[in-house]
């Protein structure tokens, strides 16, 4: 999903290094820094990157720490999902990147249809890994995450998603071809699915976003409703 090649590339949460190993192979003259809390991912992860700081990227003074331009490429994989307050995170993140900046999110797909079936039958089980991870604190379907992307100041340039589970799958290829709208079956559920883009939702695992700063300029009418917070009437008990 990287239209262009970066200059100067952050990954947050960067983990032991398995993007900036990405990133190197690809672009080898980018300089690449990390933001790492764990501190024996960070000696593993200096390995691929030019500067990893142990540090909260919201307090970092990159300049300090030798830094010329602003950041043309932003990664945020498996980050948001962990924060209390994810939109703080993407707004104050703006002050250290370029206007017209690129920025990877990938984000846990809370419209699962498995999931939402284990959660129809009284279910909503924390776990280790997965989309129920138990350190998870936000759970995003691809409405709300892009609504959080407005309302923070970005726009949506790309969306794809991945489907990690044999379940999601064997589910995608059983019905993609089907005309549309069909309906869908799994044990005793049945929904109706109005598109195979509806059906890879319910089938995807992951989202995935390319975003960049929108400055508030050349919205069309749909994302101007989300940066002011306007979405479908709600069921759920709550305001």
């Known amino acids: 999903m990287i239209a262009r090649a970066p200059q100067v590339a952050l990954d947050i949460g960067c983990g032991s290094g398995g993007v900036g190993h990405a990133l190197r192979q690809r672009f080898p003259t980018a300089q690449l820094w990390g933001c790492e809390f764990n501190g024996s ?3 593993q992860a200096r390995q691929h990157f030019d500067v990893v700081v142990e540090q909260d990227v919201e307090t970092v003074n990159f300049s300090e720490l030798g830094l010329k331009q602003p950041f043309d490429l932003v990664c945020l994989f498996d980050v948001l999902e962990h924060l209390n307050n994810p939109w703080q ?5 703006r002050r250290i990147m370029s206007a017209d900046a690129h920025v990877l ?5 809370v419209s699962n ?16 890994w997965g989309l129920l991870d138990f350190t998870h604190l936000r759970f995003f379907s691809d409405f709300d995450a892009r609504s959080m992307f407005y309302q923070a100041g970005y726009r949506v340039l790309d969306h794809r ?42 089938c995807a695992d992951q989202n995935l976003y390319l975003i960049t700063p929108h400055h ?18 709600l069921h759920a008990f709550g305001g």
Do not use: C, K
């Not at 999110?105 to 797909?109: A, M, T």
């Not at 589910?171 to 869908?184: G, T």
């Not at 508030?216 to 009437?233: R, T």
């Open 41 to 43: 991912a960070a000696v």
């Open 89 to 93: 995170l993407l707004s104050n993140i």
């Open 105 to 109: 999110v990938s984000l846990p797909n």
């Open 113 to 128: 249809l498995f999931l939402l079936y284990d959660a129809l039958h009284g279910h909503w089980q924390y776990r280790n």
């Open 161 to 202: 998603i991945n489907i990690l589970n044999a379940q999601g799958a064997a589910l995608m290829e059983r019905y993609q071809n089907l005309s549309f709208p069909a309906v869908l079956t799994v044990g005793d559920l049945s929904l109706n699915v109005q598109s195979v883009q509806h059906l890879a939702q319910l």
């Open 216 to 233: 508030h300029q050349n919205l069309s009418p749909q994302e101007q409703a989300m940066v002011d917070g306007h979405g479908p009437a």
